[in-house]
């Protein structure tokens, strides 16, 4: 999602004719929403769960970003932008903070490191996906459409297969000292 953003997104507005500087304000939008959102987004999951912000910021993402192949106009754009912020605003803590979830203090840190690995890792083959998609297809438009089918199969998958991590709404995941989970009482 953030190689589209920082690297297609510029090439896909300055294809519809704006300015430099008004592409900085869709992105910038993409930004700030993600960020500032993210103070409501991280507590929510604190009420509700991880599981439904996550499974939603999927969709928000890839709904916004498939938007943003639609839109003519600033106006529209910056709303994409922003749709899709608040989706990642919706993912982001909340992702983080289902790996901490489920997993012990004794290897929190190994599993917040493995879960970064393999999320960083996606920079890279998401950019290299993303040049292939629009090189390959002739279009810029088609790498945006590869994220957002992405998005929302990641989310299918998600909702599908997986569960809620907050320990107050379920606390049968546990985590164990050895890297398991148990059921309390264990």
């Not at 953003?5 to 090439?11: E, G, L, M, S």
């Not at 290897?107 to 629009?134: P, T």
Request: charged share 10%; glycine share 14%; hydrophobic share 50%.
């Amino acid at each position: 999602m953030d190689a589209l953003v920082w690297v297609f997104y510029p090439v896909f507005l300055y294809q519809r004719g704006l300015s430099l500087p008004e592409i900085g304000w869709v992105v910038g939008t993409y930004g700030f929403v993600w960020g500032g959102s993210q103070f409501f987004t991280g507590k929510l999951s604190d009420h509700i769960g991880r599981h439904p912000p996550n499974v939603w910021g999927m969709c928000l993402c890839g709904a916004g970003v498939a938007l943003m192949t639609l839109q003519t106009s600033m106006a529209g754009w910056l709303f994409s932008a922003a749709v899709s912020g608040f989706g990642m605003a919706l993912l982001y803590p909340n992702l983080s903070a289902a790996i901490a979830d489920i997993s012990h203090p004794n290897w929190r840190g190994s599993a917040i490191g493995i879960y970064r690995f393999w999320r960083d890792l996606g920079y890279g083959i998401g950019a290299l996906g993303l040049g292939i998609a629009a090189h390959f297809s002739g279009s810029v438009e088609a790498a945006f459409w590869f994220v957002a089918v992405s998005m929302f199969l990641s989310a299918a998958v998600l909702w599908h297969f997986g569960s809620e991590t907050h320990p107050r709404l379920n606390p049968m995941l546990s985590p164990a000292p050895n890297g398991r989970l148990h059921k309390p009482g264990q």
